[in-house]
């Protein structure tokens, strides 16, 4: 069983910062791809940014680049995102991701696990 918690939304003014941090908990002992997608009212969810294990790969949507940035502890299986410049395009619920996951007591686990997801609200 994996639990991911999310912490860090809220509301922000157009131009201002969020750092958005998720923590996964459960029997693992290590995790390989972890990410942010977010998904606005009325639209599909969509890629914000993942980071892998490793720390060699990082990919952001296009709407974030430069903007965003996404980082990892692995020690803590945590991952934040730096959310600066914000528009109100960026309003949306994120969800953290975990993907492909090494368990301490069973197999290697490729699905996607999903947080319960935390609202970010940009506006004056």
């Known amino acids: 069983q994996v639990q991911l918690v999310e912490s860090g939304g809220g509301l922000a003014q157009p131009g201002g910062s969020l750092r958005l941090s998720c923590a996964a908990s459960g029997s693992i002992d290590a995790i390989n791809v972890m990410g942010w997608y977010r998904q606005a009212p009325g639209k599909q969810r969509e890629l914000v940014a993942v980071i892998s294990r490793g720390y060699d790969s990082r990919n952001y949507g296009d709407s974030v680049k430069g903007r965003f940035t996404i980082s990892r502890d692995n020690a803590k299986n945590s991952v934040s995102l730096q959310m600066n410049s914000l528009k109100p395009e960026d309003t949306a619920v994120y969800y953290c991701?975990?993907?492909?996951?090494?368990?301490?007591?069973?197999?290697?686990?490729?699905?996607?696990?999903w947080g319960q997801g935390t609202q970010v609200s940009v506006s004056l």
């Open positions: 991701s975990a993907t492909g996951i090494w368990f301490s007591d069973g197999p290697f686990d490729n699905q996607i696990y």
